[in-house]
């Protein structure tokens, strides 16, 4: 009895395939960018493999071949994202972080802003009172300024100083407290530098127009 030899595989079948899955992959990572739209940049609720699958229109079986969970499908979509803006981490020198800051904030802009929550009334009058006070400030020392540059230059400060920024620093960048009030003050003094030098905020050297 003679065996038949086993048929060779086609080589350009693998090829085919891999192509194939990278197609769908690149498919369901868009589909849990799209997810996305519509809602603020930090509400990620809906990027779940099921709502991935659907929007994708594979099968949720399909989503795990590529993704072992929800977790490596959100970083190869925070991937994308970051590809989208064009922005690259890996390769990031210190000429390049006001440039990345603008191509990242401008994406952002892109998605609608999450709801602020409510103030309590005192803590509400107690930021019209600060943003007054600053407006005040960067006013009697550039008073040649536009009122577009006054009011930027005034919000960098409320900013920086907000307790948000010092418990930043203090929770994600483990400073401790004096660390972090001796950073914070640090670039306030630098803006203030920069005022008392007329120079203005930098939208004016990115082409944007001014009042």
Same mark, same amino acid.
């Given at each position: 009895?003679?065996?038949?030899?086993?048929?060779?595989?086609?080589?350009?079948?693998?090829?085919?395939?891999?192509?194939?899955?990278?197609?769908?992959?690149?498919?369901?990572?868009?589909?849990?960018?799209?997810? /996305?739209?519509?809602?603020?940049? &930090?509400?990620?609720? *809906? !990027?779940?493999?099921?709502?991935?699958? @659907?929007?994708? #229109?594979?099968?949720?079986?399909?989503?795990?071949?590529?993704?072992?969970?929800?977790?490596?499908?959100?970083?190869?979509?925070?991937?994308?994202?970051?590809?989208?803006?064009?922005?690259?981490?890996?390769?990031?020198?210190?000429?390049?972080?006001?440039?990345?800051?603008?191509?990242?904030?401008?994406?952002?802009?892109?998605?609608?802003?999450?709801?602020?929550?409510?103030?309590?009334?005192? /803590?509400?009058?107690?930021?019209? &009172?600060?943003?007054? *006070? !600053?407006?005040?400030?960067?006013?009697? @020392?550039?008073? #040649?300024?536009?009122?577009?540059?006054?009011?930027?230059?005034?919000?960098?400060?409320?900013?920086?100083?907000?307790?948000?920024?010092?418990?930043?620093?203090?929770?994600?960048?483990?400073?401790?407290?004096?660390?972090?009030?001796?950073?914070?003050?640090?670039?306030?003094?630098?803006?203030?530098?920069?005022?008392?030098?007329?120079?203005?905020?930098?939208?004016?050297?990115?082409?944007?127009?001014?009042?």
């Amino acid at each position: 009895m003679t065996t038949k030899p086993a048929p060779v595989r086609r080589r350009y079948d693998n090829t085919l395939r891999r192509e194939r899955a990278a197609q769908t992959r690149t498919r369901i990572v868009a589909a849990g960018a799209e997810l /996305l739209q519509g809602s603020s940049i &930090r509400d990620w609720g *809906a !990027l779940t493999i099921r709502g991935v699958a @659907e929007r994708a #229109g594979v099968n949720e079986r399909t989503v795990y071949r590529h993704f072992a969970n929800e977790r490596t499908l959100r970083n190869a979509v925070m991937q994308h994202l970051e590809a989208s803006a064009g922005v690259d981490l890996s390769t990031v020198q210190l000429d390049d972080v006001a440039d990345i800051t603008a191509r990242v904030l401008r994406f952002v802009s892109s998605y609608p802003m999450a709801p602020r929550p409510l103030l309590d009334p005192t /803590l509400a009058a107690t930021n019209r &009172r600060q943003h007054d *006070a !600053l407006l005040n400030a960067v006013g009697d @020392e550039a008073p #040649g300024w536009s009122q577009s540059e006054r009011v930027l230059a005034a919000a960098m400060f409320d900013a920086l100083w907000k307790v948000e920024t010092y418990e930043r620093l203090v929770g994600e960048w483990a400073l401790d407290p004096e660390q972090a009030i001796s950073g914070i003050t640090w670039v306030i003094e630098l803006v203030e530098e920069a005022i008392r030098d007329g120079r203005g905020p930098a939208v004016r050297r990115r082409g944007i127009r001014r009042d």
